[in-house]
């Protein structure tokens, strides 16, 4: 089972609202991501966990807040973004730090309005 | 600054004709390559990975690396309708930590009926 789940798969939010995207993993993978994709532009690199904890932030501005509860679950908070931010958050798994395979999940496009 | 181009496209081939995808990248370090496909609206799946220099091939898909002219190809054989997507190919960091993946533009693959 390679299976990355992620919730809502849509989002449409006001720029001063608060909301969190979620990726649920049970491969016992040890490495979380979240990309950002605008359309037509291929995936970046936003935060990289390793083991729960945050091991590359790609200078990413601090609307977006990563959180690793536990090994399975990876969050991302958004707060007071801005239209451009609209975009396909991709959540990915792999087995640990410099390993192989990444996995994504199915995506939530977000609309910020 | 890490860089990995392919060809936008679009590739167009007729159905049942082999399809063939390329990718350069800039790190000579690194060590992981991966191609994805990609429908639109959908998130990236994974199609080959492949580290050592040579052909890997898994079914209809043929995964092609020389790491001395730092380039990467996927061949799709008895190409199928279903195979028109968009190809990603991602290079991994070397270094061995949890980095994430460095993706090209993407190459929009069309097969012909």
């Known amino acids: 089972d390679t299976e990355v789940t992620q919730t809502p798969k849509h989002l449409v939010m006001g720029m001063t609202n608060k909301k969190s995207l979620k990726c649920e993993q049970h491969m016992g993978h040890r490495a979380m991501y979240w990309y950002k994709q605008k359309a037509k532009k291929p995936p970046e690199l936003m935060f990289v966990y390793s083991y729960e904890k945050l091991s590359i932030n790609e200078s990413v501005p601090s609307r977006f807040s990563p959180e690793c509860p536990n090994s399975s679950l990876l969050n991302l908070h958004l707060h007071a973004l801005q239209p451009e931010d609209s975009a396909l958050y991709l959540c990915?798994?792999?087995?640990?730090?410099?390993?192989?395979?990444?996995?994504f999940g199915p995506g939530t496009r977000l609309t910020v309005l | 600054q890490k860089e990995v181009e392919q060809n936008s496209g679009p590739l167009s081939v007729p159905e049942g004709a082999i399809a063939s995808l390329n990718c350069t990248y800039s790190d000579r370090g690194s060590q992981s390559f991966f191609w994805y496909r990609q429908y639109s609206g959908k998130s990236p799946e994974l199609i080959m990975f492949i580290y050592s220099n040579g052909d890997k091939e898994d079914g209809r898909f043929t995964a092609q690396l020389n790491k001395a002219s730092q380039y990467v190809s996927l061949l799709i054989r008895d190409s199928q309708p279903s195979d028109s997507a968009t190809y990603l190919c991602?290079?991994?960091?070397?270094?061995?930590?949890?980095?994430?993946?460095?993706f090209g533009k993407g190459t929009h693959l069309i097969i012909q009926p």
């Open positions: 991602a290079v991994m960091d070397p270094g061995g930590g949890a980095d994430g993946l460095t």
């Open positions: 990915a798994s792999s087995r640990g730090p410099g390993a192989d395979t990444q996995y």
